[in-house]
């Protein structure tokens, strides 16, 4: 690198009035020795590409390549997710029917071409942003954007441009003015301290905000609106609601109403009951089913034999029926579809949680319990 | 040029009233920036953020409620949403016409506005997104339609219509955006060398993303402008497309129509430009840019206003027969609908207002005085809403099942976010008009007259 000195600068920069000008100079400086030949004109001017000899924006075949990189893209991706991960059909067709992914293919196409041609022309050709550059700080700049049209010779590999024989040079092009930019261009420091903060405060930004994400949906999983829906004006079972007068969220049966499976029981006495007959026929699914039902309503209390072994700690206090003594295995099926119905002191009724049929298969079964606990000699064949 | 081999009256006029120069045109422009705004301006202001504000308090009870606050009910499930929708984007449309089909066809009258129906591009758009987000109930949970592996081990339902849009609009957005964008960053660039105030100077170069206008940098520009005008004009005709297959791929009377997708672009380009207009006549009145934007251009827009209102003309009629030739009887049921149902007036009001108003404009005195464009447009626009409801509400009003029909009654929120988005819209392109340019200056300096070399370029006779 060389000593900057006050014979070399950045770029010499010459400013015209007028675009013909400014082709003509253009053409007539293009490929000078002094340094590389730059033009900075405030709109597009016809024909200056030409002049100046630049290559042809080499934007169109990558514009292309990209289209058809997002066409098939959107078309590959739609078809394994909706053929091959996860096929669906719809409307009759089969998971293979292409011609449903025509649309987005299309879209998806537009969008990477797009994206290519907007943000390739700025970042990829253009080189920006770059919002440090020497021509930023120079007073042309302020002119160029505005109307007049400048044709800079700027050092190239940082050897800097020979002020006087540029000055010289461009001046006879015609060049109302001239403006110097000095070597070293701006220093290089700036943006460096500039792009640090800049990143470091998005990284602060995107740690804070993780973090607060974080905590706000640990301490809020539900925050409404957003409560999925958990909020509702509903009644829940089991829970108080103030819709009622009473207070409760379950409604009990409106007087007189009969549920299904259930028929108003009227008998107050076991005596009475003893009449009942049991209807149902005493079959291995019967029996299957009595023995389910046992086992959920029944053996808690009664023990799996109907032993009257409880399951239940003392702390229920007191003690449930032997089911096998005589007194109850000679009683009519009646009397035991009583203690269902209505209960037997600390025994609930369970007239609510099982139907009609259900009860006398649990008696079905509470027999077999009975007479298996019961053998007799005549049992053996 | 060929413009010279052309007769007289074909010729394009002069696209500026009087001679400008670069400088002036940058101080009219971009000037507008760096002053105070009028008291008129924060009173327009005050008002359109106060509309807003209701349309925002009305979605924000839509969320803490749900749906249910809006009219929508079995069998409509459509409504104001969807209505509201169709209508913003359509009104999007214009801005893209302008911008990228008009510079294709070298449209040079297109330069002065186009800056401006690229901007209501957007805000349009902005405001049309808000309504299918606000319509799934649970907003926060829209990137649900987005394909992303997740833990249901679910994809989107790619033969979806309501698929296809959402990648459409967002696509739309996204390259309107960008368009929008790279045609302001060298306008951004001369604002940036015009600031002051050091803060502003640098938001602006920032913002310019240091442009130079460098001759290597003017010619990837242009470039790149052209692609992508040829991809924008391909995009701006498939999304209304895609937006009317919402209708046409169901099997609803009235909608599982072949005309629906030419139908719906010229609908949207139609609605597009009289909302234009409307804002073009307040800013061209307001911002003293009356040599730039001039009644020569408020003229061509109206012959476009004219143009398409005769082609929606010709889609109602071939809606019309298309119901008569299909000899259905269910299509001929939402047909008597349209025009002889309970809500058979708003059927009248959209031919009247989409068909028969605009036809002043075969007239050239009315075609250039403000009360009768402000009266078309005005029309068009309600015209064009009404015709939305017309084809989405009466079709579902009473569809196959007659022991479902039910009349559709909106309540006062589903008018409170429709006027909301008109504040949203109006607030935007108000901030816009305030703190970016709001012509595209690069653009018109181009084709200033006497600033282009002539043709085959002076430096060959150096």
């Not at chain 1, 239940?312 to 206090?317: K, N």
């Not at chain 2, 015009?194 to 470039?223: C, I, M, N």
Request: net charge positive; aromatic share 12%; proline share 7%.
């Amino acid at each position: 690198m060389t000593e900057p000195s006050a014979a070399r600068a950045w770029a010499v920069i010459g400013l015209f009035e007028r675009p013909e000008d400014l082709l003509r100079a253009a053409a007539r400086l293009r490929g000078s020795p002094l340094g590389r030949v730059q033009a900075y004109t405030p709109y597009p001017v016809h024909h200056l590409d030409e002049a100046l000899g630049l290559r042809r924006s080499p934007l169109g075949g990558m514009v292309f390549v990209m289209g058809v990189l997002g066409a098939l893209t959107a078309f590959a991706f739609q078809y394994w997710m909706s053929a091959v991960d996860y096929p669906i059909v719809t409307g009759g067709k089969s998971p293979r029917s292409w011609q449903a992914f025509v649309p987005i293919t299309f879209e998806v196409m537009v969008l990477f071409a797009t994206l290519t041609a907007g943000l390739g022309m700025l970042f990829l050709l253009n080189r920006l942003p770059d919002i440090f550059h020497p021509m930023l700080a120079s007073r042309a700049m302020e002119k160029i954007t505005r109307d007049r049209f400048a044709l800079a010779l700027e050092s190239s590999g940082g050897q800097g441009v020979d002020v006087d024989a540029a000055k010289k040079v461009i001046l006879e092009l015609g060049a109302q003015e001239v403006e110097v930019l000095p070597l070293p261009a701006p220093a290089p420091a700036a943006p460096l301290n500039f792009l640090l903060g800049l990143g470091g405060a998005l990284v602060a930004a995107c740690v804070l905000a993780g973090y607060s994400t974080y905590w706000v949906i640990k301490l809020y999983p539900e925050l409404p609106p957003m409560s999925h829906m958990e909020r509702q004006p509903r009644l829940n079972a089991q829970s108080p609601s103030g819709f009622f007068k009473d207070g409760r969220g379950m409604r009990p049966a409106p007087v007189g109403s009969v549920a299904r499976g259930h028929r108003p029981y009227l008998i107050k006495t076991p005596e009475e009951a003893a009449r009942l007959v049991n209807p149902l026929p005493r079959t291995t699914e019967t029996m299957e089913k009595g023995r389910v039902l046992y086992a959920v309503y029944c053996r808690v209390c009664h023990g799996f034999l109907g032993d009257g072994r409880t399951t239940l700690t003392s702390a229920y206090g007191a003690k449930p029926a032997d089911l096998r003594i005589k007194r109850l295995a000679l009683a009519p099926d009646g009397t035991i579809y009583h203690a269902i119905m209505v209960g037997k002191n600390a025994m609930p009724s369970y007239a609510y949680e099982l139907k009609e049929d259900e009860r006398w298969a649990v008696i079905h079964y509470l027999r077999a319990l009975q007479r298996a606990q019961d053998a007799r000699e005549s049992d053996i064949p | 040029m060929a413009e010279a081999l052309l007769p007289e009256g074909l010729r394009e006029p002069a696209l500026t009233d009087g001679a400008i120069t670069l400088g002036e045109l940058d101080d009219r422009v971009l000037s507008v920036p760096e002053t105070r705004p009028p008291a008129k301006w924060f009173a327009a202001f005050a008002l359109t953020s106060a509309i807003s504000a209701v349309g925002l308090a009305c979605i924000a009870y839509t969320l803490y409620t749900g749906i249910g606050a809006w009219g929508n009910n079995s069998p409509v499930f459509w409504a104001f949403d969807i209505i509201n929708f169709v209508f913003w984007v359509g009104i999007g449309h214009a801005g893209t016409l302008i911008s990228a089909i008009l510079f294709l066809f070298r449209k040079r009258w297109r330069n002065s506005i186009a800056r401006y129906a690229e901007a209501m591009t957007i805000f349009a758009v902005i405001c049309a997104a808000i309504f299918p987000l606000i319509h799934v109930g649970r907003p926060w949970l829209a990137f649900w339609l987005f394909p992303y592996p997740n833990q249901r081990a679910l994809w989107p339902n790619f033969r979806s219509p309501l698929l296809w849009d959402v990648f459409a609009v967002n696509t739309y957005f996204i390259v309107s955006l960008l368009f929008w964008f790279l045609g302001m960053v060298p306008d951004i660039a001369s604002m940036r060398d015009r600031a002051k105030d050091p803060r502003l100077k640098f938001a602006y170069t920032a913002l310019s993303v240091g442009w130079r206008g460098s001759a290597e940098h003017w010619q990837h520009y242009e470039k790149a402008y052209l692609l992508l005008a040829g991809l924008a004009t391909g995009l701006v005709l498939s999304v209304h497309s895609v937006v009317s297959f919402d209708f046409a791929v169901s099997v609803v009377p009235g909608w599982h129509m072949t005309i629906f997708p030419p139908y719906f672009v010229t609908g949207a380009i139609f609605a597009g430009f009289a909302m234009v207009m409307m804002v073009l006549i307040v800013v061209r009145e307001t911002m003293d840019l009356k040599h730039l934007i001039t009644m020569y251009h408020l003229e061509v827009m109206n012959k476009v206003i004219l143009g398409t209102s005769c082609l929606m003309g010709y889609a109602y009629m071939m809606e019309g027969f298309t119901a008569w030739y299909s000899q259905n009887q269910f299509i001929h049921h939402a047909f008597k609908q349209y025009l002889w149902g309970a809500y058979g007036w708003a059927g009248w009001t959209v031919l009247v207002c989409n068909v028969l108003i605009p036809q002043l404009f075969w007239s050239s005195r009315l075609r250039r005085s403000y009360p009768s464009m402000i009266f078309v447009a005005a029309a068009v626009t309600i015209g064009m809403w009404f015709e939305r409801f017309v084809i989405i509400v009466m079709s579902l009003q009473q569809d196959y099942l007659p022991s479902s029909w039910r009349l559709y009654q909106p309540t006062l929120i589903d008018f409170g976010i429709l006027l909301g988005s008109f504040g949203i819209f109006f607030s935007l392109v108000l901030l816009f008009a305030r703190v970016l340019p709001v012509i595209a200056t690069t653009e018109v300096k181009a084709i200033l007259p006497g600033y282009q070399p002539a043709h085959g370029g002076d430096h060959d006779r150096a």
